[in-house]
């Protein structure tokens, strides 16, 4: 076999199912949608209908999240479809395993292992920043050596509260996926109620004149608006990569996608309609324009409950990344591509618990100890990467004849399809070219493991 037949080489979709099948199908499509707007809603629903109205859209804010919302749900569909028709784990990565090759999976695998830890890595260090300021709140201040990264000239050594939120998460997830997804569903609707008040308070001080001018900065400010608030909606691709774990996946995993997509839109849209109308959007370049509002309009109480909307919201995002990080990991050392031990599934918990270690601890080295600044717009590169390649999927998917799928499927094909990837090269060109000078220098990386490693123990190969 020619280097190019082995490393295109497909994967079977039944070893998939035969492998994933030690893991509990235990989600139904509420607790999906839980997990999606667990890592889809975070402390950007209080930061980002502010700033972007202030400086990009002005009230058209509204009609920014609308539009951000239908670029983001062609690859949703994408995902929904494949979802139904591959219900395993792994997400893109394992798709690209069956449908393009192996090859092509690894580098999908190789993006969202990116996309995953550096997130949760990211979220811990802002976590950790509120909790610090929530506490001093109560007059209690941590010490300065243990309240950041490793910087000795700056007099701090470790970001303590940052490696101890991801532990805690880590052993919540270690409990089996019916407590923590139980657990995960609560912290939600902690977060929705918190939404809810502000939605509540806040619509009893809107003033109409402050919609006006609606389009401050002409429709181009709609799009530009549009094109920021994208990445708010990146995180339900995290969904995906529990389907080896729900019930009845060809209808839950759809509903799950879709359903989170739709309940996230609302209420970004709901915001930016009451934050918008208390505050003229010149006001609102901020950098807490939720909490300012409401102390314009002398509501402090419920500015405190939003602190705590934040602390929800970042929570529950890392849960369901370090959940879909170790599903991730365990996909690749299923097949093999990493050391064997990652595909391991723990008899008691029926977890893959040796991932889930290993996860934990990449993400608290570089939450605790690394700067995360100049690295987190490589979150929204390997995103963009595995939409493009999801979305581009679907054509190949309905033409094999031996993955049948009679659940979910994206309408208008294959226009759709060739729309959403696009779209998603349309996004990629909107980052910085230091994002993409780090990004090649991550798949290099990748190459080199994948060559001198992955190949060689590859369960394909055997």
Known sequence: MSLKDRIFKKESLARYLDKDGRLVKSMGAGDLIALGIGAVIGTGIFILPGTVAALHSGPAIILSFIVAAIVC???AMCYAEFSSALPIAGSAYSFGNVIFGEVVGWFLGWALILEYMLAVAAVSTGWAAYFSSFLSGFGIHLPHAISGYFDPAHGTYINLVAILIVLLISFILSLGVKTSVRFNNIIVILKIAIIIIFLLVGMFY????????????????????????????????????????????????PVGILGTLVICTILYILVSVVLTGMVSYTKLNVANPVSFALQLVNQNWVAGIISLGALAGMFTMMVTMIFSSS?????????????KFLGEI???????????????????????FVSLDQLTNLVNIGTLIAFTFVSLGIIPLRKRKDIPNDGFKVP??????????????LMMTQLSAETWIAS???????????????????????
């Not at 530009?224 to 995180?235: E, R, T």
């Open 346 to 368: 723990s008899p008691k918990h029926h977890i893959p618990a040796k991932a889930m270690t290993v996860v934990t601890l990449i993400i608290c080295l570089m939450g605790g």
């Open 206 to 253: 809107i003033k109409p004149a402050n919609w006006h001018p609606f389009f401050p900065f002409g429709v181009g400010g709609v799009f530009k608006g549009a094109s920021l608030v994208f990445f708010a909606y990146l995180g339900f691709d995290a969904v995906s990569a529990s389907a080896a774990e729900v019930k009845n996946p060809k209808r839950n995993m």
């Open 73 to 75: 749900s062609t690859s």
């Open 327 to 339: 599903r991730l990991i365990y996909s690749i050392g299923r097949d093999g591509l990493l050391p």
């Open 412 to 425: 208008f094909y294959p226009v759709l399809p060739i729309v959403s990837v696009i779209l998603c090269i």
């Open 440 to 462: 090649i220098i991550w798949f290099i990386i990748g190459m080199i493991i994948y060559f001198a490693y992955g190949i060689k123990h590859s369960q394909i190969a055997k």
